[in-house]
């Protein structure tokens, strides 16, 4: 195989790959639970957002300040809203040990992980 043939193939290959994430994002359907979330793009964009938000995750301006959320990021499916400091607080368990981590909320993207709440647990 030629270099040019190569370098088709590998572009074919991306404008596919594209293609298939995209639909994904296009069918998202409401979440009912924190499997339902799709892994998250680096970086998140506005189209992202609002994809989350209409398939069922809580938008910042619609959390309540002390409240325990159900969700998905990396290491939690429960975080509580902190709203004077911006960010979800959950127990991080890490070599044996448990400890508060802080986390942004999807809206706030930093290129690390983010919570995507989709329902206030009672407490």
Known sequence: MTKDEMTKKIKASKEENE???????????PFENSFDVPALPIPLT????EKLSAAGAILKRDLKDGKRYYGKCRNADNAVWHAG???????????GGSFDEDINHFEDDNGHDLFVPIKEIDT
């Not at 400091?85 to 070599?95: E, G």
């Open 46 to 49: 506005g189209y992202h957002v």
């Open 19 to 29: 293609l298939r994430l995209r639909e994904r994002w296009e069918s998202l359907k």
């Open 85 to 95: 400091k911006n960010v979800f607080t959950y127990l991080r368990h890490k070599f």
